[in-house]
């Protein structure tokens, strides 16, 4: 995606990498939450609606970019001052800050539209989602908890995803999943932070790689086995059948992996493992999915076993004990 940023014409080009296009994973990040919640919420045997899944892509992409906005019209001062985010258009003054507002107005406009393809539940749950979004690159300035903050914040779709199926919430299979995905977050940006903990000392900015500093790896460790967990309880709560298991347990040996090899003191190593988070949220919808229509099959075999074993119990009967209540 990078490259083809760069091939577009010079005007555009700033706006783009403004909405971070030529760097799509933060995208991917906040949209594999909500097709995590729609395909959990689908009808047993079916796939998650399509129509719903291409929407919340839509919405992810127009959020992740208004995001990025809000949050170097926040940070341009500061983003001026650190090695990785100098070149970012506002901090390099690509982009007026007039004109960053009336981009943001328009990423916005955008998104209100597509939430409004949702029911009025999804409507009102989406909207209160926009306070945490403006405030998130304020707290780095005053706590150590920032990555936190973006987690409440970037997996609201967690809850909107169940919602927009079912106008709804079934709270034992999304508050797990919600809370599943806080700790994804706190793994993988974390590890995004340290890229940065020697500028931000400089600039004076907060993080959990800052807080964390060589027991790192050991928070990490915390978090994974709190994500897995909460996967898991999400996953039982929903009748998941074994696939939806072994994509839990497959992800698990990633984290493990990731935890292991990533060295927190070489940025370009942390950029990495951040990246590979992408293929963590693939695993785990596909494992959803395959769980889901595994349903199917299962009840199915249930029912079926049901009915053979009410009609070897009443074998005198002229009526199949299958047909006799239809």
Not at 41 to 53: I, R, V
Not at 313 to 321: A, M
């Amino acid at each position: 995606m990078e490259k083809l940023v760069n091939k577009t014409h010079p005007s555009i080009q700033p706006y783009l990498k403004l909405m971070r296009i030529d760097k799509p994973t933060g995208t991917w990040l906040l949209l594999w939450p909500c097709y995590w919640s729609i395909s959990l919420a689908a009808t047993p045997g079916c796939l998650p609606d399509l129509s719903l899944l291409a929407l919340f892509g839509a919405g992810a992409f127009l959020m992740r970019g208004a995001g990025c906005t809000i949050n170097d019209l926040w940070d341009k001062d500061i983003d001026s001052k650190v090695a990785r985010t100098k070149s970012r258009p506002l901090a390099h003054g690509d982009i007026s800050t007039l004109d960053a507002w009336m981009f943001l107005g328009g990423q916005l406009s955008l998104a209100l539209f597509v939430l409004l393809q949702l029911n009025w539940h999804s409507v009102l749950l989406g909207a209160s989602s926009l306070g945490l979004v403006i405030v998130y690159p304020l707290v780095k300035r005053i706590s150590y908890w920032p990555q936190l903050m973006l987690g409440l914040t970037f997996n609201w779709g967690a809850l909107l995803g169940w919602s927009a199926v079912h106008a709804s919430c079934n709270w034992s299979a999304v508050l797990p999943l919600y809370t599943a995905c806080i700790s994804w977050t706190m793994i993988y940006d974390t590890i995004y932070a340290h890229q940065d903990k020697v500028d931000d000392v400089l600039v004076k900015i907060k993080s959990t790689a800052l807080k964390f500093k060589e027991n790192t790896k050991y928070y990490l460790t915390g978090f994974s086995t709190s994500m897995i967990t909460l996967l898991l309880l999400s996953g039982y709560n929903c009748e998941q059948t074994w696939p939806f298991y072994a994509s839990v347990g497959l992800t698990s040996i990633l984290l493990m992996s990731q935890i292991k090899t990533v060295n927190t003191n070489d940025p370009q190593s942390c950029w990495k493992a951040f990246k590979s988070n992408r293929k963590i949220g693939l695993i785990i919808f596909l494992g959803i999915i395959s769980g889901n229509l595994l349903k199917e099959i299962k009840d199915s075999k249930v029912k079926k076993s049901n009915v053979i074993t009410n009609e070897s119990l009443f074998p005198e009967t002229d009526i199949p004990l299958s047909k006799a209540f239809s």
